[in-house]
């Protein structure tokens, strides 16, 4: 399984961005759950926002209102798109995938630096 994020960089506080995840080696209804955490330096990881092969979406508190998860099957590829961008939003965005044996896939990760 292989996980190539995209869609990283800086961004000026205030604007937008849209990351990508694309899935190979695994078929998409293996795929329960397909989504985004992120990194920042001295924090731990948390959720960003995942979605299910059921079209349920969690978000985490620190971006609810402005970020919105989607997932393309035909493309088995996950978007995330975050809005209103402020400096503490800068980290390493990891995509992750869980199949429906319980198994989690972790993407290398992408840089997103929020300037102000």
């Known amino acids: 399984v292989q996980l190539v994020e995209s869609g990283g960089g800086t961004v000026q506080a205030g604007g937008s961005l849209r990351l990508s995840c694309a899935a190979s080696?695994?078929?998409?209804?293996?795929?329960?759950?397909m989504g985004w955490y992120r990194q920042a330096p001295g924090k731990q990881r948390e959720l960003v926002a995942d979605?299910?092969?059921?079209?349920?979406?969690n978000y985490g508190d620190s971006v609810k209102g402005r970020c919105t998860i989607s997932r393309d099957n035909v493309k088995n590829t996950v978007y995330l798109q975050l809005n209103s961008l402020n400096p503490e939003d800068t980290a390493v965005y990891y995509c992750k995938i869980r199949d429906g044996f319980g198994s989690e896939y972790w993407g290398q990760g992408t840089q997103v630096t929020v300037s102000s």
């Open positions: 080696g695994i078929t998409t209804f293996s795929i329960i759950v």
């Open positions: 979605r299910t092969i059921y079209e349920n979406s």
